[in-house]
Each structure stands twice: as C-alpha cells, then as structure tokens.
C-alpha cells in the first residue's frame, strides 16, 4: 500500500518580504532551521494551486546565504496580504508527484518589532481610535481573562542602519507599566484586542496509509477555515471511543470495577506517542505521562496547584504544575496525566480552578489558550532563586523546576519566549486529563459541575485471557507511528461554530439534527435536575465534528450524528442521572423516563463502543425495577 505525506508549511511575512521597504521584491524567506526543500527544490519553478480560487502561481525558490521564496507578489496582490496574515502552504506527495496548494488566513493585526532602539509599529494606523490629545496610544487588551492597558508612546525618527535611505519612527510600548520584551508582537484587533508573541513560521508533516480524509485537509471555500489532520490508525476497539472523546475535550473520566486497566490504558496512550527524545532508558515512564495519586485528605487544590510559603518566602510548585510547565515545552506531544482513584476525595474541592480553566480555552492563531493557573509573579520570584536571571525564558523556568541543566529539544522559538513570567501559567492545549474512578464505599459521588465538564467512559474489564500479552503495549513505538499517534490527540474544534465553519455541506444537518435530538431528550427529562444545556450541544457538535474528520465514504452525515448523539448520552446525560420510581414516573405516560429514553435513541448498526446507550439505559431500568433506585455507576 503505498504512502502518502502531507506536509503544512505557515508562514507570517513580514513587510519587507510583502515588498514594503526598500527592495520592493516580494517574497517569503524561509528560517534557515527549517527544511522546505521537499516543497520548493533549490532554484526549481513550481506550480501552486489557490485552494480558494483555484488559481495557479508559479513559485521560485533561491538559495545562497538565505532561502528565499520568490514571485509571491501576485498573491501578495491578489489578498492584499499584510504583515500578521498567514501564508498556507500544503504539500501532498504520494510516492509519485507532489501537489502544492496555497491559501491564506487573514487578520485585523498591528505588528510591534522591538529592539534595543525601541518599537517600531506596522499598521500604527489601525489604532487611531486609541490615540489620546498627546499623541500617545492607550490600547485596552483582554489576556488570559483580565484586562490591561497599553500604552505607546513616540520616541524618536533614526535609521535603522546607517545606509537606510529614510528613517523609522520608534516608540516606547508598556503593558500595566511594564516594558514589552525584546522580539516581534501582534495586537490582534477585534471585540476583545489581545496581544501575543507569533513564530515567524510553523512546520508540520504526517504520513499516512488512506486517502479518504484529504479533502477534510485542504482548506476549501472559507479563508480562514483551518485544516484538520486525522491520521489512521490500526486500534483495538476500546482506543477508537477514547480517542473521539479526546478529541472533542481533553478531560475523561475513566470508569469501571478495580483492576480493569484504566490507570494503564494512560500509561499505554503515553507510551505510544513519547518521541526519543522524552523517553526513560529503562522503558518504565515516558517522559510525557505523570501519575498523581489522588489522597483521601484533599479538600483544596494545594496539592495541585501548590502554594505560597510564607515560612520559605517563595511558592511551592507541585508536580502538576511542573508537569504543565513541561508541556509547554514540547506543544506538539501530548501530555497525559492521570489522576489516580480521583474520587477518592471531593473532587470539586480540589480540582475547582482546573474545571473553571478548561471551560475557558480558546482557539487563537497561537494554539488552544485559556485563562491564567499559576500567576506570572510566581515565576519571576522563581527566577531571582539562586543564579539571579533578569530576563528568565519559559526554557530557563522549566530547566529551573526539574533541577535539570540543559535541553537540547525544546525549539528555539518555544524555549526563549517570557510567557511565564509576563503572562502567567495557562493549561497547554496538548495536556490530556484522565482520571480514574472506582465507585465504591470508600469513594466520593460526582456532582454534576464535573460531569458536565467531563467526557465519560465505562471500562468493567472483558475476557480474563485478555490481560496475556498486554505487557508488550507498555513500550515505545518507531517514530513514524509516534507522529501518527501524537497526531491523532489535537483538539481541533472549541466551540460548535468552528465546526460549523469547517464542514459548511453538513452545518445545516448539524444544526438542525445535534439541537432537536437534544430538545427531544430535555422533554423526556422535563421536570428533574437532569436536562441538559448549551455546554452539552456544544460538545455533541464537536464530536460530531471529529467524527465527521475521519468520516468513511460510507458514512452518511445522519449515522455519525446518531452515532455522536449515541456517544453524548453515554459520556455526558446518563452519568448525571440517578433517582428512585418517583423520579422516573411520568402520570400521563405508561412508560417511565428511562423507557422512553430508549425509544428515542435509533439503532446503532456498527458502533465502536462495547456498549451502546440503549443497552445502558436497559440495565439502569433493570436496576430500578429490581432496587427501586438506580443511577449510572454500577
């Protein structure tokens, strides 16, 4: 069978490249530590194909002290590319030929190039409106949800070399009062204006067996969809469920009696996506897994999230934080932890700020954001403890933190960013939180605040003669399978209109289907503490939206919503649900709530769950007839 590779290269030029200084070419220079030779061979002409328009543009690359790719003024022209936008480029080669596609996503952004002369500002004009009677700028920024303010104010005309024919205006740029560091910003303008650090470009390639998603990954139609890669994978059965519920939100709760493999089933998932240069000698703990082990006497997040000492003057960072600090390091692994027997104490006690901060991710041009877990002031303390470091990067906090003295594969552009100590600690878009759970006489029940912000599964274990052989999935895998699976955790989809935006032939169906199923289940639940809102929808378009992804040519939209909402009542509805005969009675109706549940949900044909939410109703109904009281876990 042969193979197919897809390469995604994006880049932000600046307004040299868009022929805006003094050379008036047009081009893209490509950082020299990346290789794009695969998409544009030295010195060759190639043809690339606007995936909007359909349009060719015939491209040059030049090599010599810079590889350049030239001839880009016609597209330049064509979207009226600015400095902030971004330039997509896909290759797709199957062993055969190479197929080059451009497209373009563009935004309101005002670009800030600071050096040790001062700022100089692209698009100054964009901020007008901000401009105060002295001629300084007042900006009001939203950022990891506070507000701050920036001011810019003029400092002077010079050269920015000595032959430059003209000069450049510089400006003084703060934040709350604060200098920006040295390096270039966007202030992305909109509703709510942010400011963030962008790479000058973005590299990503997955190879693959299966042709059928490709027109899910070239960006079609829309300028500012962005595409998805769903690599194929040969997994068991019991991967297939938990992979979906990843993908539509990065926190599981993993179900089921003692013993039946589910602290493992993480430990495995991080086995299988750890790349060389994360994994242990010994085989025993990759390097992108961390175990907490969940006491009976939390009843606050310290344990966690740590805490400040006022006996050590200085806070006391916890192997959570230090595991989060981690991930930032490596965004394009993913990171498991796993909370050990969570509900061996009340989790919303301990783990309150970590489900308020999961429903505040974002997607930006930058990766999933969300709000603030650890504030910034903490690790500029950090950074004053023992060697004094002024100007501490996340690379030398992170080094600090696990007592280590260097790490050589952290990129570049990730290791000397300031988002530590001038943002604060967010929770990494490629961390993935699975707890798991054992409901029993020693364990604390669930409110429905963390099932509602959950992904529910159920693992009550299968055949005895399954546990033989298991050991040898406790092992690292060869990296072209590594990129397969680490691929295959991106959360692609925050809200139910990306998805939307994503697949505009299906929206309709989407909307429609995803809204009404739901509104059926709400009347059925009328009445009880059990019906569900706007954070359920969401999450059953997302995971249709997955689903949709890696869809089959056989797959109609109508079976993956059935199959989705199938999902969603197994994951999110039934685990809430609990209540003795008087709460499932209905006067006007022969058949109780759980009853007319079933009626509701169609056959699922083929299903990748063991079990599917008709057979889970039909043993919750069991359940109240025999005990007059029934609820999910058994």
């Not at 920015?160 to 450049?168: A, V």
């Not at 961390?290 to 740590?306: A, F, Q, R, Y």
Request: one cysteine or more; a negative charge.
């Amino acid at each position: 069978m042969s193979t197919t590779k897809i390469i995604q290269y994006i880049h932000r030029p600046n307004n040299t490249e868009l022929g805006k200084g003094n050379t008036h070419e047009s081009y893209m220079l490509i950082p020299s530590n990346i290789d794009v030779s695969s998409i544009f061979p030295s010195s060759v002409e190639v043809v690339v194909t606007d995936s909007i328009s359909g349009k060719k543009y015939r491209l040059k690359s030049a090599s010599g002290k810079e590889f350049r790719v030239n001839q880009m003024g016609d597209f330049y022209r064509d979207y009226s590319v600015n400095q902030g936008d971004e330039i997509i480029i896909t290759n797709v080669n199957n062993g055969t030929d190479n197929k080059r596609f451009i497209s373009i996503r563009k935004f309101e952004r005002v670009a800030i190039i600071t050096s040790s002369k001062g700022s100089e500002i692209i698009n100054i004009e964009k901020l007008d409106d901000c401009k105060q009677s002295d001629g300084s700028y007042h900006i009001t920024l939203y950022q990891n949800g506070m507000y701050s303010t920036m001011k810019i104010s003029f400092l002077s005309s010079q050269r920015k070399r000595s032959d430059s024919p003209n000069t450049t205006d510089y400006y003084d740029v703060a934040i709350n009062g604060n200098p920006i560091t040295v390096g270039t910003h966007y202030i992305t303008l909109g509703q709510k204006n942010t400011f963030s650090d962008l790479q000058k470009c973005e590299y990503s390639e997955v190879e693959f067996d299966d042709l059928n998603f490709l027109r899910s990954f070239i960006p079609t139609g829309n300028v500012n969809t962005k595409p998805h890669i769903v690599p194929t994978l040969e997994t068991s059965s019991q991967f297939r469920p938990l992979l979906t519920a990843i993908r539509t939100k990065p926190f599981i709760l993993l179900a089921g009696i003692s013993g039946t493999g589910k602290s493992r089933i993480v430990r495995e998932l991080a086995f299988k996506s750890c790349p060389k240069y994360l994994q242990d000698e010994d085989h025993t703990t990759p390097g992108n897994y961390c175990m907490i082990e969940v006491k009976p006497n939390w009843h606050d997040s310290t344990e966690l999230l740590g805490y400040y000492s006022n006996i050590n003057k200085g806070y006391q960072f916890k192997k959570f934080v230090k595991f989060l600090v981690k991930a930032k390091m490596f965004p394009k692994v993913p990171f498991f932890v796993c909370l050990d027997e969570m509900n061996l104490a009340p989790v919303e006690h301990y783990f309150a700020e970590v489900l308020s901060i999961l429903e505040t991710r974002k997607n930006t041009s930058n990766g999933i954001k969300t709000d603030i877990i650890i504030e910034p002031r903490y690790f500029v303390e950090l950074s004053k403890i023992g060697d004094y470091n002024p100007s501490a990067t996340d690379r030398d906090i992170y080094l600090k933190l696990f007592a280590i003295d260097t790490e050589n594969d952290i990129n570049t552009e990730i290791g000397n960013r300031h988002d530590l100590t001038t943002v604060g600690l967010t929770l990494p878009g490629n961390v993935i939180i699975i707890g798991t759970v054992n409901m029993d006489d020693t364990t604390h029940q669930f409110s429905r605040k963390v099932i509602d912000r959950a992904m529910t599964i159920e693992m009550n274990g299968g055949k005895l003669s399954d546990m033989f052989g298991g050991s040898k999935n406790l092992d690292y895998l060869p990296d072209a399978e590594q990129k397969k699976w680490q691929s295959a955790f991106r959360q692609p989809y925050i809200n139910a209109d990306e998805v939307l935006d994503a697949h505009p032939d299906a929206a309709e169906a989407i909307k429609t289907q995803c809204t009404e199923k739901l509104e059926q289940i709400n009347a059925v639940l009328k009445g009880t503490p059990f019906e569900v809102s706007y954070r359920v929808l969401n999450e059953l378009v997302i995971m249709t939206g997955v689903m949709l992804d890696s869809k089959k040519d056989d797959e109609t939209i109508d079976n993956i919503i059935n199959q989705a909402v199938d999902n969603i009542m197994l994951m999110k509805i039934l685990p809430r649900i609990e209540g003795d005969e008087e709460m499932f009675a209905v006067k006007s109706n022969p058949k109780n709530r759980l009853e007319q549940l079933m009626d509701l949900l169609p056959e699922i044909a083929t299903t990748d769950n063991p079990q599917t939410a008709k057979s889970k109703i039909k043993e919750m109904n069991d359940r109240l007839n025999a005990q007059d009281f029934t609820r999910f876990w058994p």
